[in-house]
């Protein structure tokens, strides 16, 4: 653990100011130009309103000189997010009483969480059976090789239940959520998938429908209410469910599969795991307590997997013989049935190879329409922002 103060910690390294230039092609996330943002006032009446895209300040990028290196960073209130170089991951974020620029940067064993597990207790899919002459069979035919070539972009809505809003301030609840997309959106970079941020809803009030312990009715309610309210009130391709309730038994998270675009499935619901079990450590230089426990990562490898199982994505479990680049003591692929730390970050050939055979089987039809993106790309004024030549974070 490490405390630093900003002009001497660019992005995590804490040693030298040059060590910012190790950081390269840092590009911005994605934000639909029809993104909202919607929460609720005590009388139920929904706010929503707009995002302001010359605040974007969700970025991605790699450690220049080291293979399979990612960096996701969002620079929004101070500098977080996170580092994976050379078979670990990094963890950086403003201390408690930022106001002088200090930074905290550990290995992200040090967030601590509890273990838990998807909660599909099956591997091989069922898929989702079209009708003959369906859209889905039909674009599935004419565009099988263009499938894996073409980007993909999932239109995402995120919502935060009402007992992940008690007692927090809204604007930070709002950041953590699209933190979570961010690192999302990274993850998937590399099977040529974008994910666009296209809202979040804060249940400030009372929840939209029923949340409890059981996880399995959790995920039913949740689709049905996405069906019947949300969908036709914002189009989108996929929404997820962020809970504060801690679900039964080890289960942290849970999907259909093979659902992506379907009115009635596509979407699933995750547990913000990083409540389970809240790490704390000093700062020794004011002394305070660092709460590592809202870090947004471990929700985010949890809504991945999530997503890989509405992609047609099974378990990477030990008899399919999937290849991983980083080994299961590291954090192994994302589609491992349970997770912890260390959190994985990549996917695995299975993987890979369920996506391509659901492309090919017409799942995903509505990823292939490019939204109406604010897309900008990293560059000086990136790093003017990063390294002290312009507004400071």
């Known amino acids: 653990m490490t405390g630093c103060k900003h002009n001497n910690c660019n992005h995590g390294y804490c040693t ?14 994605l934000f639909a130009s029809n993104y909202t943002e919607t929460h609720y006032l005590e ?23 080291h293979v399979n290196s990612d960096v996701s960073l969002s620079i ?13 991951s990094y ?19 040090h967030l601590n ?10 591997n091989i899919s069922h898929p989702i059976e079209y009708a003959d002459g369906s859209p889905f069979r039909a674009f599935s035919t004419r565009h099988k090789r263009q499938a ?25 609840v709002k950041q953590r959520l699209a933190e979570i997309a961010n690192y999302v959106d990274k993850f998937y970079r590399a099977l040529n998938i974008r994910v666009a941020l296209v809202g979040l809803e804060v249940w400030s009030d009372v929840d939209k429908c029923p949340i ?38 080890t289960t942290i998270g849970m999907a259909p599969i093979m659902s992506m675009c379907t009115a009635e499935q596509s979407g699933g619901i995750v547990m913000m795991v990083n409540r389970a079990l809240g790490h704390y450590d000093r700062d020794p230089q004011t002394h305070m307590h660092q709460d590592h426990s809202d870090n947004p990562l471990g929700a985010a490898v949890t809504l991945a997997h999530e ?33 912890g730390y260390p959190f994985p970050t990549v996917f695995s050939s299975c993987s890979k190879k369920d996506l391509t055979a659901s492309f090919e089987k017409g799942v995903g039809m509505c990823l292939f329409n490019m939204p109406e993106v604010k897309v900008l790309y990293g560059g000086q004024k990136v790093w003017q922002r990063l390294r002290g030549g312009g507004r400071g974070v």
């Open 91 to 109: 963890v950086l974020e403003p201390s408690v009483d930022h106001s002088d620029g200090t930074h905290w940067i550990y290995t992200a064993e």
């Open 16 to 29: 030298r100011r040059t060590d910012a230039e190790k950081l390269t092609n840092m590009s911005l996330g």
């Open 43 to 65: 009388d139920g009446s929904a706010v929503t309103g707009s995002h302001n895209f010359t605040a974007n300040c969700y970025y991605h990028g790699e450690v220049k000189g």
């Open 307 to 339: 997503l890989g199982h509405n992609f047609g994505m099974n378990h990477d479990t030990p008899e399919r013989g999937c290849g991983c680049r980083v080994t299961a003591d590291r954090g192994g692929c994302i589609m491992t049935p349970s997770t």
């Open 212 to 249: 409890t312990q059981d996880p399995f009715t959790t995920l039913h309610e949740f689709l049905d209410w996405r069906k019947v309210k949300l969908l036709p009130q914002k189009p989108h391709d996929n929404a997820q469910l962020i809970s504060g309730v801690y679900f039964q038994g």
């Open 148 to 172: 894996q070539s073409t980007t993909k972009y999932v239109e995402l809505i995120i919502v935060a239940d009402n007992r992940e809003k008690q007692g927090k301030d809204m604007e930070k």
């Open 113 to 122: 969480f509890a273990p838990g597990t998807c909660g599909h207790d099956f």
């Open 76 to 88: 929004c209130a101070g500098v977080r997010g996170f580092i994976s170089l050379q078979g670990k």
